[in-house]
């Protein structure tokens, strides 16, 4: 009959315990010694080699040899702990075994001393399983043992495990073994049993196993089994049902990119594969992760495990996406994660969130909010998108493409700064040429349409007020749009807005741009103007404005 790998090739001395140095070290000094403690506490995830070594430090306590290197396995000693037939090493599964009775009846045996070997081991496996009398039952005992006794705790939840229990032990936690170490010890398993495979195919073996060495060979197994082909990639990644990291990626970007209809379309074909919808989030999760890693890290590459033209979409996408984005897209994926937990649709409820995130306008976030902004200035930077005053269009329509409609415009405007090109230039004015500026501000924004500058002409329609003060004249815009204060406040905006308006209104002014939360520090007084827009947040306003305007995209 076939014998599992993991079972096969379960480490019997301390150097082949898999990624865990730190504690097979500590050990084998105690052994050398002879500082052993009488009780023991190894806490670790699944797989992580919890149980392994305890009966490997059952068998080095016990071994007759006469080589410093034990367990020597050869020793009638070892050979007895290893077919189970030494009464003095006990193994006892708590999760079946919990009940005080259970401990009680082990209190009585462990009066007596070993039958043949040196030391009585009691390895108790799942701990953490045992009820609150049954703790209490043991607090005893394991606080002072007959010498010959050494108590071994193994458990995956330490956290479940009363204090005065933990303060009676010397514990060591067991770390989740890496990829590489699983990926190395895969190979040598290959090579012993003539198994063909692909390097990456192990990686996706080692990346599923998420640090356990059983869960690693589990999965060897059973893709070995499968066929007498060569393990390759596409056959591990249909048997696990997991998602190719390449789709993973492309799923990312369509995300980011605010790709709606492609993201969906991906959750379709992978629904329709049969495949787990969770996994797919769960590697969309880990992906970000990596991608926020580079981030902080200044790219270094050793966090991640992908190939090289993978790798450099994903520094790419890390150099490029905001960290505030990244933030939220984390957090709802991680709320995503608990939703699907009890959901009883989850193909719905992975649409709805991957919509939520790949569509900002469906989130009320201020990161969302944040998101949809530079998503409409990109368009006004790329000159695929027009905005146009209420005041300009009604009664009239435009077309993006009609040269007519622009040759009509660009005669309205000439006529206009003719008629304005005799003046002589006014360096000091009053309330009535303010009130000029604003009532005329829309001739402004269609001069600097035809010159084509349509970024500066997105920021000035949503001004939020104008003032006059000590030969200066102020441009004030709402909080929301500080990155469109930078841009404006350059030498070549401010150069060329101070030319328009010269052009348009014969006035030669002083330009200074500023946020609405500045306007205290400027010490214009009360504003008197009446707001209708005055009790609703600024987030609401900056989305009414943008309704406010025809959006006319390429």
């Given at each position: 009959?076939?014998?599992?790998?993991?079972?096969?090739?379960?480490?019997?001395?301390?150097?082949?315990?898999?990624?865990?140095?730190?504690?097979?070290?500590?050990?084998?000094?105690?052994?050398?010694?002879?500082?052993?403690?009488?009780?023991?506490?190894?806490?670790?995830?699944?797989?992580?080699?919890?149980?392994?070594?305890?009966?490997?430090l059952s068998r080095a306590v016990n071994c007759i040899s006469d080589t410093d290197d034990k367990?020597?396995?050869?020793?009638?000693?070892?050979?007895?702990?290893?077919?189970?037939?030494?009464?003095?090493?006990?193994?006892?599964?708590?999760?079946?075994?919990?009940?005080?009775?259970?401990?009680?009846?082990?209190?009585?045996?462990?009066?007596?001393?070993?039958?043949?070997?040196?030391?009585?081991?009691?390895?108790?496996?799942?701990?953490?399983?045992?009820?609150?009398?049954?703790?209490?039952?043991?607090?005893?005992?394991?606080?002072?043992?007959?010498?010959?006794?050494?108590?071994?705790?193994?458990?995956?939840?330490?956290?479940?495990?009363?204090?005065?229990?933990?303060?009676?032990?010397?514990?060591?936690?067991?770390?989740?073994?890496?990829?590489?170490?699983?990926?190395?010890?895969?190979?040598?398993?290959?090579?012993?049993?003539?198994?063909?495979?692909?390097?990456?195919?192990?990686?996706?073996?080692?990346?599923?196993?998420?640090?356990?060495?059983?869960?690693?060979?589990?999965?060897?197994?059973?893709?070995?089994?499968?066929?007498?082909?060569?393990?390759?990639?596409?056959?591990?990644?249909?048997?696990?049902?997991?998602?190719?990291?390449?789709?993973?990626?492309?799923?990312?970007?369509?995300?980011?990119?605010?790709?709606?209809?492609?993201?969906?379309?991906?959750?379709?074909?992978?629904?329709?594969?049969?495949?787990?919808?969770?996994?797919?989030?769960?590697?969309?999760?880990?992906?970000?992760?990596?991608?926020?890693?580079?981030?902080?890290?200044?790219?270094?590459?050793?966090?991640?495990?992908?190939?090289?033209?993978?790798?450099?979409?994903?520094?790419?996408?890390?150099?490029?996406?905001?960290?505030?984005?990244?933030?939220?897209?984390?957090?709802?994926?991680?709320?995503?994660?608990?939703?699907?937990?009890?959901?009883?649709?989850?193909?719905?409820?992975?649409?709805?969130?991957?919509?939520?995130?790949?569509?900002?306008?469906?989130?009320?976030?201020?990161?969302?909010?944040?998101?949809?902004?530079?998503?409409?200035?990109?368009?006004?930077?790329?000159?695929?998108?027009?905005?146009?005053?209420?005041?300009?269009?009604?009664?009239?329509?435009?077309?993006?493409?009609?040269?007519?409609?622009?040759?009509?415009?660009?005669?309205?405007?000439?006529?206009?700064?003719?008629?304005?090109?005799?003046?002589?230039?006014?360096?000091?004015?009053?309330?009535?040429?303010?009130?000029?500026?604003?009532?005329?501000?829309?001739?402004?924004?269609?001069?600097?349409?035809?010159?084509?500058?349509?970024?500066?002409?997105?920021?000035?329609?949503?001004?939020?007020?104008?003032?006059?003060?000590?030969?200066?004249?102020?441009?004030?815009?709402?909080?929301?749009?500080?990155?469109?204060?930078?841009?404006?406040?350059?030498?070549?905006?401010?150069?060329?807005?101070?030319?328009?308006?010269?052009?348009?209104?014969?006035?030669?002014?002083?330009?200074?741009?500023?946020?609405?939360?500045?306007?205290?520090?400027?010490?214009?007084?009360?504003?008197?103007?009446?707001?209708?827009?005055?009790?609703?947040?600024?987030?609401?306003?900056?989305?009414?404005?943008?309704?406010?305007?025809?959006?006319?995209?390429?």
């Amino acid at each position: 009959m076939h014998k599992a790998l993991y079972r096969e090739y379960r480490p019997l001395k301390y150097e082949d315990v898999v990624g865990q140095e730190h504690i097979v070290k500590t050990l084998k000094h105690q052994q050398e010694e002879n500082t052993l403690s009488h009780a023991y506490l190894f806490c670790g995830t699944r797989g992580t080699g919890k149980t392994t070594t305890a009966k490997i430090l059952s068998r080095a306590v016990n071994c007759i040899s006469d080589t410093d290197d034990k367990p020597c396995n050869e020793c009638t000693m070892c050979k007895s702990i290893l077919d189970g037939s030494n009464l003095d090493v006990v193994e006892i599964d708590a999760a079946s075994n919990n009940s005080v009775d259970d401990i009680r009846e082990l209190r009585e045996t462990v009066k007596y001393t070993p039958n043949e070997s040196k030391y009585k081991i009691y390895i108790i496996d799942e701990v953490h399983m045992l009820s609150a009398g049954a703790y209490n039952a043991l607090l005893k005992t394991l606080e002072e043992p007959p010498e010959y006794v050494i108590f071994i705790l193994a458990t995956t939840e330490p956290n479940k495990i009363p204090a005065t229990i933990l303060s009676r032990c010397q514990r060591f936690d067991f770390k989740r073994v890496s990829d590489e170490d699983l990926i190395n010890r895969m190979k040598y398993i290959c090579d012993k049993e003539n198994i063909r495979y692909e390097d990456d195919a192990l990686k996706i073996i080692a990346r599923n196993a998420k640090g356990s060495v059983r869960d690693s060979l589990s999965i060897l197994d059973k893709c070995s089994s499968f066929s007498d082909e060569k393990l390759s990639a596409r056959l591990v990644l249909d048997l696990l049902g997991s998602t190719d990291p390449r789709q993973v990626l492309e799923f990312c970007i369509s995300v980011i990119d605010s790709d709606v209809s492609k993201s969906m379309k991906m959750i379709e074909a992978y629904y329709s594969w049969g495949k787990d919808l969770k996994l797919l989030v769960e590697d969309l999760i880990e992906l970000l992760r990596n991608i926020m890693m580079l981030k902080i890290s200044s790219n270094d590459e050793s966090l991640i495990d992908y190939s090289d033209e993978d790798s450099k979409k994903i520094k790419d996408m890390a150099s490029e996406i905001d960290t505030d984005e990244l933030i939220r897209i984390l957090s709802n994926l991680s709320e995503l994660i608990d939703k699907l937990k009890y959901s009883t649709n989850q193909r719905m409820t992975v649409e709805i969130y991957i919509m939520k995130l790949a569509s900002p306008s469906t989130d009320n976030s201020q990161e969302a909010l944040k998101k949809r902004i530079e998503n409409l200035e990109k368009l006004v930077e790329d000159g695929k998108i027009q905005v146009l005053s209420n005041q300009n269009i009604a009664g009239s329509i435009y077309s993006y493409h009609s040269q007519a409609v622009l040759d009509d415009n660009s005669q309205n405007i000439n006529k206009f700064t003719q008629d304005t090109s005799t003046k002589v230039y006014k360096e000091i004015i009053d309330d009535e040429d303010i009130n000029d500026i604003k009532s005329n501000w829309d001739k402004l924004l269609e001069q600097m349409k035809v010159d084509k500058k349509m970024p500066l002409r997105a920021f000035l329609a949503e001004k939020y007020d104008i003032k006059y003060k000590n030969k200066i004249l102020y441009v004030i815009l709402s909080d929301d749009f500080s990155f469109a204060v930078n841009r404006l406040r350059e030498k070549d905006s401010v150069d060329y807005i101070q030319a328009t308006m010269r052009k348009i209104f014969g006035l030669n002014l002083e330009l200074r741009f500023i946020l609405k939360e500045e306007m205290p520090d400027m010490d214009f007084g009360p504003d008197k103007e009446d707001n209708d827009d005055e009790n609703i947040s600024e987030s609401e306003k900056l989305l009414k404005d943008i309704a406010g305007d025809k959006l006319i995209i390429q």
